[in-house]
């Protein structure tokens, strides 16, 4: 059999690219340098299942549930009304799995507008009517995150919803204060349940925000894997005894019964305990290095303009003030300079570095930039194609920016093109809702131009990638503030998640006759 995916990955592995990416762990640098020699090496004698000696997941009692009680002291020393759940299928299933136990078919459910699709999703399976807390989000399309009066306005004004939940820190690295929120939450009997996907680093440093752990949240959700060294899917649940009692307990473990695989794996929960391992014995001083590191990394940039993130491990640069778009360039920085950013959007780059990162390769990356500045790029007449040295020996068909390439998989970078600055604003208001999302996924859909779709019931997710906020979800009414952006979004090439219309010239809406 061609393996093509063992093949491409060992490409990528060989080529030894410098990593602004997650998994947290950037290709093992950090375990495989210390110790564990024998994991890599064996890697399949650590993949195991339910047998005499080893444990059950769905109902730990032995080394399981050490484990998980051991990697809560390291994690989180001063939270001891807190239980560590380990997940072997990303915060994706401890979201679901907390949101299904806390709610009743139909209950009424207060969510930020950015919240991830697992969230949506829950919304979908339990029938929930979702009130949404607008996002606020930077012209550069970095996601501020959500003002605390906003969620406090939305309590009180459903005072019968059953769960609240937060996304804290955004994807971009970005906090608001929850203490408020959760207060009034709970003030009101309602659960409250933090996406802190992106945040399992912060008690790494004082530099951080503190996790809602700290501040009396229901449950808490992390991915390990994102920000610290572990495998992918690697995530963890903590959920507050305080507020939990016994009997909830068991409802949320019949819930990741329904969510979760019933078949855990062993390689992701070892690579757990070698992380927390990790964090324990070197993960202050890695972080204190890594934070310098950044310091002055950031300091020498000089022709770059860097969006202040409340995490400063997430470093977001503007390029499309300087003439290149953000996918351009971060296509420029893998194919030239071997450096792969986390994501891009049309306005720059962002950058994810974990505790895995060294000084070299903020080195490599300025080095890059540098580059790019000296190599005059920025100052590129918008009518003319900069021949750059050839490197890459294509010139099929043009991309949406500047750079030529043949297509997403080859690295076939021709010539470079000034791209246009474009303002592009997310739509402010969040629709109207006609039907619920259960409802309007059950509907039958029909497929419409979407010039003709206004005021008609959308019955997809229109969701612009990045930044991953859904614009409208099936149910909402559309606008045209709503077609407008899709229009516009055609244009510059943005991906857009959830439009079966790969064009995005036809829109599903449900069908009302
Ligand atoms: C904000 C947020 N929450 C949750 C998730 C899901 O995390 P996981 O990949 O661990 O399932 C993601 C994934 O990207 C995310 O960005």
């Known amino acids: 059999m061609n393996k093509t995916i063992y093949d491409a990955v060992k490409k990528i592995r060989q080529e030894n690219i410098v990593s602004f990416h997650m998994p947290g762990h950037k290709y093992g640098r950090l375990p495989r340098k210390i110790e564990y020699q024998e ?7 650590f993949d195991t299942t339910e047998i005499y000696g080893t444990d059950n997941l769905h109902n730990p009692k032995s080394i399981i549930k050490q484990s ?35 709610v009743k078919k139909g209950d009424k459910i207060i969510l930020n507008r950015g919240c991830h699709q697992s ?64 207060a009034k939450a709970h003030e009101y009997g309602m659960r409250v349940i ?92 890695l972080m204190e ?27 977001f640069i503007n390029t ?17 300079y071997n450096i792969q950013v986390e994501m891009s959007n049309y306005s720059g780059i962002l950058m994810l570095c974990s505790i895995c990162n060294v000084k070299k390769d903020f080195d490599l990356l300025y080095d890059a930039m540098n580059d790019i500045v000296e190599k005059n790029m920025f100052t590129l007449n918008s009518d003319d194609n900069y021949e750059y040295d050839g490197f890459f020996g294509y010139d099929e068909k043009v991309n949406y920016g500047g750079v030529e390439d043949k297509s997403v998989s080859d690295d076939g970078i021709k010539s470079l093109k000034k791209s246009k600055k474009i303002d592009l604003d997310f739509p402010s208001v969040i629709p109207d809702r006609r039907l619920s999302p259960r409802d309007a996924f059950d509907a039958t859909k029909v497929s419409i131009d979407i010039e003709k779709s206004v005021g008609k019931v959308c019955g997809e997710f229109i969701i612009p990638y990045p930044p991953g906020v859904c614009i409208i979800a099936p149910g909402e009414i559309i606008s045209e503030e709503i077609i407008d952006f899709i229009v516009k979004a055609r244009e510059i090439n943005m991906e857009i998640n959830g439009m079966l219309s790969s064009d ?4 599903q809406i449900v069908d009302c006759d």
């Open 194 to 285: 933090v996406d802190e996907a992106h945040g399992a680093h912060f008690n790494l440093h004082d530099i951080f925000p503190k996790s809602s752990v700290y501040f009396g949240a229901d449950f808490v959700i992390q991915s390990l894997h994102k920000t610290l060294p572990c495998f992918t899917q690697a995530s963890v649940l903590l959920v507050n005894r305080d507020r939990i009692n016994r009997s909830e307990m068991g409802k949320l473990s019949s819930s990741l019964n329904i969510f979760e695989s019933s078949s855990p794996s062993y390689l992701l929960m070892s690579s757990i305990e070698i992380c927390v391992e990790q964090t324990e014995k070197f993960g202050k001083k």
């Open 39 to 45: 994991f890599f090496s064996d890697i399949y004698e």
């Open 119 to 182: 969230v949506y999703n829950s919304c979908l399976v339990s029938d929930l009517k979702p009130i949404f807390v607008g996002e606020n989000i930077s012209k550069e399309g970095v996601f501020i995150g959500v003002e605390e009066r906003e969620y406090i306005e939305a309590i009180e004004n459903n005072k019968d919803a059953s769960v609240v939940i937060i996304t804290r820190p955004t994807y971009y690295g970005m906090v608001f204060d929850v203490e408020n929120i959760i």
């Open 289 to 315: 290095d890594l934070l310098n590191n950044i310091y002055i990394f950031k300091r020498k940039v000089k022709n770059y303009k860097i969006f202040e993130t409340s995490d400063p491990t997430k470093i």
């Open 320 to 336: 499309i003030d300087k003439g290149i778009n953000g996918h351009d360039f971060a296509k420029l920085l893998r194919y030239k």
């Open 504 to 507: 995005f010239s036809k829109i």
């Open 68 to 102: 998980q009680i051991n990697s809560r002291k390291v994690l989180f020393p001063e939270s001891d009304n807190y239980d560590l759940i380990y997940l072997v299928n990303g915060s994706t299933c401890g979201i679901e799995s907390s949101i299904f136990c806390s």
